[in-house]
């Protein structure tokens, strides 16, 4: 495949001054520890709302509220330390970094500059180190995306590669060399952690089932909701963040969760903005961008929808959700365009 140029503002010719985008883009200690103060407090209050229902139904819906909570701002903190926006304080950055990623299950590192590689040829195929399910989505794509079973598969794959330095291709295209043995030290640390939670229950230590284990499994489907609106229906190998990716409308509560990561493409068009400065960048570019899809209920609903009646060999125009042209037929067979790469 020839080579392409990065996709970023440039390539999608959308255009901010040098000093506004220097204002919005300045970087800060206090939101980051402002927010892992707010979420510390809603973890404890949702943590112990499972505490004390243990032993009945109410410990269910309670370990889900919890999970959702742990699940979403774990991948969204992690994900915006792996930028290194999240704080000025570089250590302080990358402490929080390595424990959300734990939360989340992904080697730190490989998190960083796969994700690196990521923002560099969004949804280029064969290019982009982080495409999470097949293009165009059937249903049965859409249920192995949102159970978590898929990514799952692919970062103990990475757990395991990293910690017996068998690295990939794909490992090796990503990262400099130099840092494959820090990845390979921090999979072993992480694996020993994880294998010490699984074995707290055969030496009479549930703490860590009920708190940690059963809600992460629980509030994993929300988290992947999230990530799956991302790119789902847009447009492969396009050099435009505008043809590649959404933003969708936030609430108080899905901001909160996914940290402004609702405002995706404006997140793609200049990666370098904190978390706390994506609303101000969107009304900065606002006029040059195609306006957000629905909030992340309906959007999701859509994208199921559609998924659903692809594998039906229906029609797959959604009512409101923007879409690639080629994503809409109207019915008959489905051409794969793309495979997963995690």
């Keep these: 495949m020839p080579d392409v140029v990065p996709t970023n503002a440039a390539s999608s010719g959308v255009k901010l001054d040098k000093k506004s985008l220097k204002a919005i883009a300045a ?33 269910w819906p309670a370990m889900l509220v919890h999970g959702i909570l742990l699940s979403v701002p774990s991948y969204a903190m992690s994900h915006e330390t792996a930028h290194g926006t999240a704080f000025r304080t570089r250590r302080l950055n990358e402490a929080v970094l390595w424990i959300t990623s734990l939360i989340y299950m992904e080697e730190p590192l490989h998190r960083r500059y796969s994700h690196t590689n990521h923002h560099t040829h969004t949804w280029h195929v064969g290019k982009d180190s982080q495409m999470p399910f097949d293009t165009p989505m059937g249903f049965g794509g859409w249920i192995a995306e949102i159970t978590g079973f898929a990514l ?5 794959s990475v757990f395991f590669n990293l910690a017996i330095k068998r690295y990939t291709p794909t490992m090796r295209a990503v990262a400099p060399e130099s840092e494959l043995p820090k990845m390979t030290r921090n999979a072993r640390l ?28 629980l509030g994993a489907p929300v988290m992947l909701l999230f990530t799956l609106i991302q790119h789902v229906e847009l447009q492969e190998n396009a050099p435009s963040i505008l043809e590649s990716t959404r933003s969708f ?36 570019v606002r006029d040059q961008l195609p306006e957000p899809d629905p909030g992340f209920f309906r959007t999701n609903w859509e994208v199921l929808v559609v998924s659903l009646r692809r594998s039906m060999g229906l029609s797959t125009r959604a009512p409101s959700i923007r879409q690639a042209p080629h994503m809409i037929s109207d019915g008959g067979p489905v051409r794969r365009i793309a495979e997963r790469t995690m």
Excluded at 152 to 156: G, K, T
């Design 249 to 284: 409308r936030g609430s108080p509560i899905t901001n909160f969760l996914y940290m402004n990561m609702n405002n995706h493409v404006e997140h793609h068009l200049y990666p370098q903005v904190p978390f706390h400065g994506l609303p101000a960048l969107s009304d900065a």
């Design 152 to 156: 799952l598969r692919f970062h103990l």
């Design 190 to 217: 992480m694996l020993a952690i994880y294998a010490a939670i699984l074995a707290a229950p055969f030496f009479g230590i549930w703490w860590p089932v009920w708190l940690l284990v059963v809600p992460r499994i």
């Design 27 to 59: 970087r800060s200690d206090r939101p980051g520890l402002v927010y892992l103060v707010q979420w510390s407090l809603g973890l404890l209050v949702t943590g112990a709302a499972v505490w004390w229902s243990v032993g009945t139904l109410w410990m």
